[in-house]
């Protein structure tokens, strides 16, 4: 057997081998070897952390799991028998010739060749030993003291030593692995010699693209085997017993031969008056263990062989063969040395070598593998392998798109909702629930939709007559004033308003039909709204607004906020003078509900007030017909004429959101704001943001609208804390296209609104995102602002 | 079996924080995040994947960009069945509706739903457009409410709105959640479908497994970092002939004490960086102010961290071999190095901590040489300091959310962080465990372990504490 050429060089060898089931010395050395690499290279590079855990989990998963049945993991048997099958896996995953490089293996090699040699050597040395102790010359016979102590009791005393050595290590609960002197010094640094010369060997032999490779794991046989306790020095006890039995076997065999082949003669001689009887006693002794089989005269000598085979050197020195000793005597010690030497030498040694060949599988068997690194180990194998980055994304990676930019539309019916007209009306009454429930906590908050309920049980003439009146009044009064100095257009004007107003009264039964027809959704809602209490309210707001306003006010409750300010448009025209007898009655309907708007905000730059109040006079009529066909009568008004605008005024469109938190107090404020910035007055106020429909209302108002200076104004307040969204930008060219490629569109944008101040202005931030989008609208006549202006920001 | 895995469509209107979300749940910061919307701009698919198999995916949805079309539509269709589902397939090759329809493709192929809505601010029209359109996919769903500033004044508002349409609501903070936290919201999920509860449960699992062995790293560096600091030397030699004049002299020393001073904080940051790698995180901002942006041997961080000087007695005179170092201490200065070779003449005191000297530095004579060495560290008190600095540092890395990463620090009402004592870790320690790491400090300056064990439970216990809130983080030391 060449050790140079390790056996898995036939590949096969030692991937079998490695199924088995238990740890020997040369796995944990490669299992140490292996640790120690892992270690390594994760102490240089601790990026490879992630790596590390990938395999071995794999290899766990793939490998161990299948095999280990289901045993539950974290137990002793689990734990060793997934690290045994671990080191199987990294060492299969070797090259073969590189398996027989592997410290474990040259280990494993190296033991066998060590022992193997002392096993010859140990022979060699019995032979040498027992022929030269039994050299028979012929003349003097063999001294069988001689041969007794050296072969048997100095032989069997070695062995009691070490065996009471031991026992007394045991006792006192392992002495520290040291010691063996003679083991550590003689017979490691053998091993451990042999082991990197067959290393070296075999890379020497090893084909020169793994030699590289090889060399840097050479000398990887460490003492770190070390922690494995009696593991690493059983090791070297066994091949030293092996030396002993050989020597043993030498021993006997030699005796043996000599004695068939030679003729022999033993005697024993002292120079002291040495009875016979007391050689025969310690000789029946020594023959105690055997003296039951083989007894006197054949197992041992009897006293009188005893006796004859005594040599007295006189007689041979005289060769006097007067006293001729017997010879039968002389070789009546044969087999008793022969069985002698087995009993106390042979079978001690094997005894020796089988107890410690026992003690490693039972040490071996028994480890615990729980030191720190195969901890490591262990949980890498244990722990799923938890990865969360995206593994290589979506096909299609690259169809990203920024937020698509809707191109400009001429025409104004693109919305999805309205190209599948059949269901709309339908679906369009339960659109938006939360927007009547909305309505309804609005209601405690804001005058206005209280005092709706009421007008809707007892048609509109009920309402006034309640509470209206008083509020009307002082605000009317003021109101005038303002007027006539405010603007001269405005009284203009307001000829025409009142006459919308009342055809839209008439007409609005036929109108409601075609409506409902038209645009499905406002029909839609009406009813929802309406069946329980609300339709009441939008009756009252649509009194307010007659015009087309009125639409909304139906639909949504939030627009029925929106009408006061809708009435200060209204007002503006001047037909308030004539109507205001009427107006009154009508004001308090409207009063309960704008009342507190208007007189703040009007008084000072409106002269809205009173117009308003004339118009709702007219509004009165409507709440009768209102509970046949209520909702669809304003509308229809509207499309029949226009709101009228000054050359100064404008068209508010107001986002829901805005809408929904703003109080009675922040109308004026924002009707403020915006003619600062613009310059423009509000004519009349929708909202928009909540749907088609209500879009629709908007843009009908617009589109109706009878526009003083032509190119319309709009201005539509935004909730610019809000990033802008595809719709809004899609609103905002549905607006153009409504208004006219050269209408003046304004977009106001507010900030979060806080309790202090519902009309803040918007982070720069956010405005700069906004202005973003505007931009790639590139609509020149759509300005884009803050509506509050930002320094305030500071003060605030 | 791709089809059976829990799928979640993370879903808002853009800028609602929905990569936050899925940045902080995965632990992915390489997510695109910015506090500019629409910053995602398609599905993207972030899966969970156990042992290379996919166990929970989570969809980045770009923003809804027309809710109320999209609400409408549904409506006007609510005989069909698969309203999602023909949504895309209706839309698919309108420009306007990209973004629609790749968010809603996921819904239509059966992913369930999370909405994520800013708590802080109030329920908007689009809000509810787009609880009403989710409703109406009849997917399972939940929502989360993602509330980055303190301002909670909406919250039960949103509840309420919430609760009506969705399957379960949890508050989430993308920008603070803890590891306790996030697996809070991973448990949340079984609730949206029953039929997930092991595969989600498996992913949790994997979340704590893989939680605990970070920690455990953590720990390990932590020790290493403790181990190497506190026997770190830096020694120079010199020869005799640069040393006759004072001046050369005391160049030598300032340089020596200048490695060694340089050699301690790159030990630290070296033991940052793994911590920081351990935690997954590739952006990092630091508060400015922040005591981890100090120097190390500053007097700043040595009055915020470390023991009180009655604890470090205290613990000096328990752990006995420890108070061999605060004597020493007190003589330091005056005492002999130990290891001199040739009549070894102390250099003076070095680098105070605490106005204490840090180490000393010893002159070696050989023949027509001298070798100055600095350290090992000699103060009591500077292995508390550092540990209490790596553990905030951990605490930082630990509670770092991953969708952190596009923060405004300055956001007028963006929480503020818990008001707290300015104390370290050890600080708190029972007396009993600050002896513990009294002793394993003395002994690692002697090159020993000792209760290393016990030492290696305790900021086990400390990280673990800190990564389920219940000690708290410092978040502003």
Same mark, same amino acid.
């Given at each position: 057997?060449?050790?140079?050429?390790?056996?898995?060089?036939?590949?096969?060898?030692?991937?079998?081998?490695?199924?088995?089931?238990?740890?020997?010395?040369?796995?944990?050395?490669?299992?140490?070897?292996?640790?120690?690499?892992?270690?390594?290279?994760?102490?240089?590079?601790?990026?490879?952390?992630?790596?590390?855990?990938?395999?071995?989990?794999?290899?766990?998963?793939?490998?161990?799991?299948?095999?280990?049945?289901?045993?539950?993991?974290?137990?002793?048997?689990?734990?060793?028998?997934?690290?045994?099958?671990?080191?199987?896996?990294?060492?299969?995953?070797?090259?073969?010739?590189?398996?027989?490089?592997?410290?474990?293996?040259?280990?494993?090699?190296?033991?066998?060749?060590?022992?193997?040699?002392?096993?010859?050597?140990?022979?060699?040395?019995?032979?040498?030993?027992?022929?030269?102790?039994?050299?028979?010359?012929? #003349?003097?016979?063999?001294?069988?003291?001689?041969?007794?102590?050296?072969?048997?009791?100095?032989?069997?005393?070695?062995?009691?030593?070490?065996?009471?050595?031991?026992?007394?290590?045991?006792?006192?609960?392992?002495?520290?692995?040291?010691?063996?002197?003679?083991?550590?010094?003689?017979?490691?640094?053998?091993?451990?010699?042999?082991?990197?010369?067959?290393?070296?060997?075999?890379?020497?032999?090893?084909?020169?693209?793994?030699?590289?490779?090889?060399?840097?794991?050479?000398?990887?046989?460490?003492?770190?085997?070390?922690?494995?306790?009696?593991?690493?020095?059983?090791?070297?006890?066994?091949?030293?017993?092996?030396?002993?039995?050989?020597?043993?076997?030498?021993?006997?065999?030699?005796?043996?031969?000599?004695?068939?082949?030679?003729?022999?003669?033993?005697?024993?001689?002292?120079?002291?008056?040495?009875?016979?009887?007391?050689?025969? =006693?310690?000789?029946?002794?020594?023959?105690?263990?055997?003296?039951?089989?083989?007894?006197?005269?054949?197992?041992?000598?009897?006293? &009188?062989?005893?006796?004859?085979?005594?040599?007295?050197?006189?007689?041979?020195?005289?060769?006097?063969?007067?006293?001729?000793?017997?010879?039968?005597?002389?070789?009546?010690?044969?087999?008793?040395?022969?069985?002698?030497?087995?009993?106390?030498?042979?079978?001690?040694?094997?005894?020796?070598?089988?107890?410690?060949?026992?003690?490693?599988?039972?040490?071996?068997?028994?480890?615990?593998?729980?030191?720190?690194?195969?901890?490591?180990?262990?949980?890498?194998?244990?722990?799923?392998?938890?990865?969360?980055?995206?593994?290589?994304?979506?096909?299609?990676?690259?169809?990203?798109?920024?937020?698509?930019?809707?191109?400009?539309?001429?025409?104004?019916?693109?919305?999805?909702?309205?190209?599948?007209?059949?269901?709309?009306?339908?679906?369009?009454?339960?659109?938006?629930?939360?927007?009547?429930?909305?309505?309804?906590?609005?209601?405690?908050?804001?005058?206005?939709?209280?005092?709706?309920?009421?007008?809707?049980?007892?048609?509109?003439?009920?309402?006034?007559?309640?509470?209206?009146?008083?509020?009307?009044?002082?605000?009317?009064?003021?109101?005038?004033?303002?007027?006539?100095?405010?603007?001269?257009?405005?009284?203009?004007?307001?000829?025409?308003?009142?006459?919308?107003?009342?055809?839209?009264?008439?007409?609005?039964?036929?109108?409601?039909?075609?409506?409902?027809?038209?645009?499905?959704?406002?029909?839609?809602?009406?009813?929802?709204?309406?069946?329980?209490?609300?339709?009441?309210?939008?009756?009252?707001?649509?009194?307010?607004?007659?015009?087309?306003?009125? &639409?909304?006010?139906?639909?949504?409750?939030?627009?029925?906020?929106?009408?006061?300010?809708?009435?200060?448009?209204?007002?503006?025209?001047?037909?308030?003078?004539?109507?205001?007898?009427?107006?009154?009655?009508?004001?308090?309907?409207?009063?309960?509900?704008?009342?507190?708007?208007?007189?703040?905000?009007?008084?000072?730059?409106?002269?809205?007030?009173?117009?308003?109040?004339?118009?709702?006079?007219?509004?009165?009529?409507?709440?009768?017909?209102?509970?046949?066909?209520?909702?669809?009568?304003?509308?229809?008004?509207?499309?029949?004429?226009? #709101?009228?605008?000054?050359?100064?005024?404008?068209?508010?469109?107001?986002?829901?959101?805005?809408?929904?938190?703003?109080?009675?107090?922040?109308?004026?404020?924002?009707?403020?704001?915006?003619?600062?910035?613009?310059?423009?007055?509000?004519?009349?106020?929708?909202?928009?943001?909540?749907?088609?429909?209500?879009?629709?209302?908007?843009?009908?108002?617009?589109?109706?609208?009878?526009?003083?200076?032509?190119?319309?104004?709009?201005?539509?307040?935004?909730?610019?804390?809000?990033?802008?969204?595809?719709?809004?930008?899609?609103?905002?060219?549905?607006?153009?296209?409504?208004?006219?490629?050269?209408?003046?569109?304004?977009?106001?944008?507010?900030?979060?609104?806080?309790? =202090?101040?519902?009309?803040?202005?918007?982070?720069?931030?956010?405005?700069?995102?906004?202005?973003?989008?505007?931009?790639?609208?590139?609509?020149?006549?759509?300005?884009?602002?803050?509506?509050?202006?930002?320094?305030?920001?500071?003060?605030? | 079996?791709?089809?059976?895995?829990?799928?979640?469509?993370?879903?808002?209107?853009?800028?609602?924080?929905?990569?936050?979300?899925?940045?902080?749940?995965?632990?992915?910061?390489?997510?695109?995040?910015?506090?500019?919307?629409?910053?995602?701009?398609?599905?993207?698919?972030?899966?969970?994947?156990?042992?290379?198999?996919?166990?929970?995916?989570?969809?980045?949805?770009?923003?809804?960009?027309?809710?109320?079309?999209?609400?409408?539509?549904?409506?006007?269709?609510?005989?069909?069945?698969?309203?999602?589902?023909?949504?895309?397939?209706?839309?698919?090759?309108?420009?306007?509706?990209?973004?629609?329809?790749?968010?809603?493709?996921?819904?239509?192929?059966?992913?369930?739903?999370?909405?994520?809505?800013?708590?802080?601010?109030?329920?908007?029209?689009?809000?509810?457009?787009?609880?009403?359109?989710?409703?109406?996919?009849?997917?399972?769903?939940?929502?989360?409410? %993602?509330?980055?500033?303190? %301002?909670?004044?909406?919250?039960?508002?949103?509840?309420?709105?919430?609760?009506?349409?969705?399957?379960?609501?949890?508050?989430?903070?993308?920008?603070?959640?803890?590891?306790?936290?996030?697996?809070?919201?991973?448990?949340?999920?079984?609730?949206?479908?029953?039929?997930?509860?092991?595969?989600?449960?498996?992913?949790?699992?994997?979340?704590?497994?893989?939680? %605990?062995?970070?920690?455990?790293?953590?720990?390990?560096?932590?020790?290493?970092?403790?181990?190497?600091?506190?026997?770190?030397?830096?020694?120079?030699?010199?020869?005799?002939?640069?040393?006759?004049?004072?001046?050369?002299?005391?160049?030598?020393?300032?340089?020596?004490?200048?490695?060694?001073?340089?050699?301690?904080?790159?030990?630290?940051?070296?033991?940052?960086?793994?911590?920081?790698?351990?935690?997954?995180?590739?952006?990092?901002?630091?508060?400015?102010?922040?005591?981890?942006?100090?120097?190390?041997?500053?007097?700043?961080?040595?009055?915020?961290?470390?023991?009180?000087?009655?604890?470090?007695?205290?613990?000096?005179?328990?752990?006995?071999?420890?108070?061999?170092?605060?004597?020493?201490?007190?003589?330091?200065?005056?005492?002999?190095?130990?290891?001199?070779?040739?009549?070894?003449?102390?250099?003076?005191?070095?680098?105070?901590?605490?106005?204490?000297?840090?180490?000393?530095?010893?002159?070696?004579?050989?023949?027509?040489?001298?070798?100055?060495?600095?350290?090992?560290?000699?103060?009591?008190?500077?292995?508390?300091?550092?540990?209490?600095?790596?553990?905030?540092?951990?605490?930082?890395?630990?509670?770092?959310?991953?969708?952190?990463?596009?923060?405004?620090?300055?956001?007028?009402?963006?929480?503020?962080?818990?008001?707290?004592?300015?104390?370290?870790?050890?600080?708190?320690?029972?007396?009993?465990?600050?002896?513990?790491?009294?002793?394993?400090?003395?002994?690692?300056?002697?090159?020993?372990?000792?209760?290393?064990?016990?030492?290696?439970?305790?900021?086990?216990?400390?990280?673990?504490?800190?990564?389920?809130?219940?000690?708290?983080?410092?978040?502003?030391?």
């Amino acid at each position: 057997m060449d050790f140079r050429h390790h056996p898995a060089d036939s590949t096969e060898v030692h991937a079998a081998s490695d199924e088995a089931r238990d740890w020997t010395v040369a796995d944990l050395i490669d299992f140490e070897y292996y640790l120690d690499a892992d270690e390594r290279e994760l102490r240089e590079h601790p990026s490879a952390r992630k790596g590390l855990a990938e395999r071995d989990r794999s290899l766990y998963l793939e490998v161990i799991a299948p095999a280990i049945g289901d045993q539950p993991p974290h137990t002793p048997a689990h734990r060793r028998f997934s690290l045994r099958r671990w080191l199987a896996a990294r060492r299969n995953a070797e090259r073969p010739e590189m398996r027989g490089i592997l410290p474990g293996a040259a280990f494993a090699s190296a033991e066998r060749l060590v022992t193997l040699l002392l096993a010859v050597l140990g022979f060699i040395a019995g032979i040498g030993v027992a022929s030269a102790l039994l050299s028979y010359d012929g #003349t003097r016979p063999v001294s069988v003291s001689w041969y007794l102590f050296l072969l048997v009791i100095v032989q069997f005393l070695l062995v009691a030593s070490v065996a009471t050595a031991w026992a007394l290590r045991k006792a006192r609960g392992r002495g520290a692995g040291a010691a063996h002197g003679l083991l550590m010094h003689v017979v490691r640094p053998l091993v451990t010699k042999s082991a990197s010369w067959l290393q070296r060997q075999r890379i020497g032999h090893a084909a020169a693209e793994i030699q590289d490779q090889a060399r840097a794991r050479q000398g990887l046989l460490k003492s770190q085997y070390a922690l494995y306790g009696p593991v690493s020095y059983l090791p070297l006890i066994i091949p030293a017993q092996i030396f002993g039995v050989a020597f043993n076997i030498g021993v006997i065999l030699t005796t043996l031969m000599l004695e068939w082949f030679t003729d022999l003669a033993f005697g024993w001689g002292s120079t002291m008056n040495v009875h016979p009887q007391t050689i025969f =006693d310690v000789t029946r002794l020594i023959a105690l263990p055997w003296s039951w089989l083989l007894g006197e005269g054949i197992g041992y000598p009897s006293l &009188e062989q005893v006796a004859g085979s005594r040599i007295f050197l006189e007689h041979w020195a005289s060769v006097t063969p007067t006293l001729k000793p017997d010879p039968a005597h002389l070789r009546s010690w044969g087999s008793f040395l022969v069985l002698a030497v087995t009993i106390y030498g042979l079978l001690p040694r094997l005894l020796l070598w089988g107890g410690s060949v026992l003690a490693r599988r039972l040490i071996l068997a028994r480890l615990p593998f729980t030191h720190s690194r195969t901890q490591a180990l262990y949980a890498r194998m244990l722990s799923p392998r938890l990865e969360t980055t995206p593994s290589g994304g979506r096909p299609g990676g690259e169809r990203g798109t920024e937020m698509p930019i809707p191109a400009a539309s001429t025409s104004r019916k693109p919305r999805p909702g309205g190209a599948d007209g059949p269901a709309d009306s339908a679906p369009t009454t339960s659109a938006r629930p939360w927007r009547n429930a909305l309505v309804r906590r609005v209601e405690p908050g804001e005058e206005a939709p209280t005092s709706a309920p009421p007008p809707p049980l007892t048609p509109a003439p009920a309402i006034p007559p309640v509470v209206a009146p008083p509020v009307d009044a002082p605000k009317a009064a003021p109101a005038p004033e303002p007027e006539s100095p405010a603007v001269p257009a405005p009284a203009p004007a307001a000829p025409v308003i009142s006459e919308p107003e009342p055809e839209s009264e008439a007409e609005p039964f036929p109108k409601s039909d075609r409506q409902a027809a038209g645009a499905a959704t406002p029909p839609a809602r009406p009813r929802p709204v309406a069946r329980p209490e609300p339709e009441p309210k939008p009756e009252p707001k649509s009194e307010p607004k007659s015009e087309p306003k009125s &639409e909304e006010a139906p639909q949504r409750p939030s627009e029925t906020q929106v009408l006061p300010i809708e009435r200060p448009a209204d007002v503006a025209t001047p037909p308030a003078a004539p109507k205001k007898a009427q107006a009154q009655p009508a004001v308090s309907t409207g009063s309960n509900l704008k009342g507190p708007d208007k007189p703040p905000a009007k008084m000072s730059t409106q002269p809205s007030a009173q117009p308003q109040v004339a118009e709702t006079p007219t509004s009165i009529p409507k709440p009768t017909p209102a509970p046949v066909a209520d909702a669809p009568t304003p509308r229809k008004s509207a499309p029949a004429q226009g #709101t009228r605008f000054a050359p100064d005024a404008c068209l508010l469109l107001l986002h829901v959101d805005i809408d929904d938190i703003l109080e009675d107090e922040d109308r004026p404020r924002l009707e403020q704001m915006l003619k600062h910035l613009s310059g423009w007055r509000v004519a009349a106020t929708a909202t928009v943001g909540a749907g088609s429909a209500m879009t629709e209302e908007a843009l009908g108002i617009l589109e109706r609208g009878d526009w003083q200076a032509p190119p319309p104004r709009v201005v539509l307040i935004e909730d610019g804390s809000q990033p802008p969204i595809t719709e809004s930008l899609r609103f905002l060219r549905e607006l153009r296209a409504a208004a006219g490629a050269r209408a003046q569109i304004m977009l106001a944008l507010v900030g979060d609104p806080t309790d =202090d101040d519902r009309l803040p202005p918007m982070r720069p931030f956010d405005y700069t995102d906004w202005q973003r989008k505007i931009d790639q609208m590139a609509d020149p006549y759509l300005r884009l602002e803050m509506l509050a202006p930002l320094h305030e920001d500071g003060d605030v | 079996m791709s089809g059976k895995i829990p799928r979640l469509a993370i879903m808002g209107h853009p800028n609602a924080g929905k990569s936050s979300v899925v940045a902080t749940l995965t632990e992915n910061d390489l997510i695109q995040i910015d506090k500019r919307a629409g910053t995602t701009i398609e599905s993207n698919v972030y899966p969970v994947i156990i042992d290379g198999r996919p166990v929970i995916e989570f969809i980045d949805t770009p923003g809804f960009q027309n809710p109320n079309a999209i609400l409408e539509w549904f409506q006007a269709q609510s005989g069909k069945r698969e309203l999602a589902r023909a949504f895309v397939a209706a839309h698919r090759a309108d420009p306007l509706f990209t973004h629609d329809c790749e968010l809603l493709e996921p819904v239509a192929e059966g992913a369930a739903i999370i909405l994520v809505v800013d708590g802080s601010k109030r329920i908007k029209e689009k809000d509810r457009v787009e609880i009403e359109l989710l409703r109406l996919t009849a997917r399972p769903r939940m929502a989360i409410l %993602n509330n980055l500033t303190n %301002n909670t004044r909406y919250m039960t508002q949103w509840r309420d709105a919430l609760c009506k349409a969705f399957n379960s609501v949890r508050d989430f903070n993308a920008h603070r959640a803890t590891y306790g936290e996030r697996v809070r919201l991973l448990q949340a999920l079984k609730s949206i479908d029953q039929r997930w509860e092991p595969l989600v449960e498996e992913a949790i699992h994997a979340f704590e497994h893989d939680w %605990n062995r970070r920690t455990d790293q953590a720990v390990t560096t932590i020790l290493d970092l403790l181990k190497e600091a506190l026997t770190y030397k830096a020694s120079k030699t010199v020869k005799e002939s640069k040393l006759v004049f004072e001046s050369g002299r005391e160049r030598v020393r300032e340089e020596v004490m200048r490695a060694f001073e340089d050699g301690l904080r790159q030990l630290e940051t070296k033991a940052q960086e793994q911590i920081r790698a351990n935690f997954r995180h590739h952006v990092w901002h630091m508060p400015p102010d922040s005591i981890l942006g100090k120097d190390l041997l500053s007097e700043d961080v040595n009055q915020a961290l470390g023991l009180s000087k009655r604890q470090l007695a205290l613990v000096g005179m328990a752990a006995g071999a420890a108070s061999g170092a605060t004597i020493d201490l007190s003589t330091a200065g005056h005492t002999f190095g130990a290891g001199a070779l040739i009549g070894a003449a102390t250099g003076g005191v070095l680098g105070f901590v605490g106005s204490k000297a840090l180490a000393k530095l010893n002159i070696e004579r050989a023949s027509g040489t001298q070798r100055f060495t600095v350290g090992p560290v000699h103060n009591p008190r500077f292995p508390f300091v550092l540990l209490d600095r790596i553990v905030l540092y951990s605490a930082r890395a630990m509670n770092w959310s991953h969708g952190r990463q596009a923060a405004e620090e300055d956001a007028p009402d963006k929480v503020p962080e818990k008001e707290l004592r300015r104390a370290g870790f050890a600080e708190e320690l029972p007396a009993a465990q600050q002896r513990d790491l009294a002793r394993f400090f003395n002994a690692a300056r002697k090159g020993k372990s000792e209760r290393e064990e016990e030492c290696r439970a305790i900021i086990r216990g400390i990280l673990h504490g800190l990564a389920v809130s219940e000690i708290d983080s410092r978040a502003d030391l």
